[in-house]
């Protein structure tokens, strides 16, 4: 009986710990940035297609900030406090994802992203379903393809540009040529994302090879 008790104690631990970490910090960082997704969307609706004004496009801009600081945060305090878990390693890509994704999605449709500049954000929107594709085959072969710098610097420039781009015609008023400026910045993000895309294509398309083999 007692031998059966002291096995049995240890058991629970790992259920607490798992649910100690899924209500961290970090994570809850990271679930804001997904609610901040619709709301976001919402705000930048709700000024165009609503006609609610362009005081909605400062408010998507705070919403966006908001969430683009958690990226940051949420990963460093993870690895600071040792608060890393798999829902958190899931969900923080998707999380940044879903926000430049619905982002440039609701941009283009109020016109702020159109003609050639369209071609920017597909170039976008490609690699990221490229790469999630491509990390779901690679997790298969138990292979891990790590972020290198340059991949984090198109995230942030990526960051940065739906940032600019999203103030519209509330930054024009402000500051004339704002919205060109994030149009440019989106065209060097996704130069950048072509060339990180490459790295991961190519790393996939050696395990593919092998795997033939």
Known sequence: MAEAATRSDPSPAPARSARGHALSLPNILTYARCVAVPLVAACLFWSDILAGGVVL????LA????????????????RAWSQQSAIGRMLDPIADKLL???????LASD?????W??????VILCRE???SGLREFLAELRVSVPVSRLAKWKTTLQLVAVGV???????????PGVTLAGLTLLWVSAVLTLY??????????????????
């Open 117 to 122: 500049s369209l071609w920017a954000a597909i």
């Open 165 to 175: 781009l999203i103030t519209g015609p509330a930054g024009e008023a402000v500051l």
């Open 63 to 78: 919403l966006y900030v908001a969430a683009a600081i958690t990226d940051f945060f949420d990963g460093y305090l993870a």
């Open 196 to 213: 990180t895309g490459y790295d991961y294509f190519r790393a996939g398309a050696r395990h593919l090879v092998e795997d033939e083999r």
């Open 129 to 131: 379903i490229l790469v």
């Open 57 to 60: 496009r400062w408010v998507a």
């Open 100 to 106: 430049v994704s619905t982002c440039l999605l609701m």
């Open 111 to 115: 016109g702020t992203i159109r003609g």
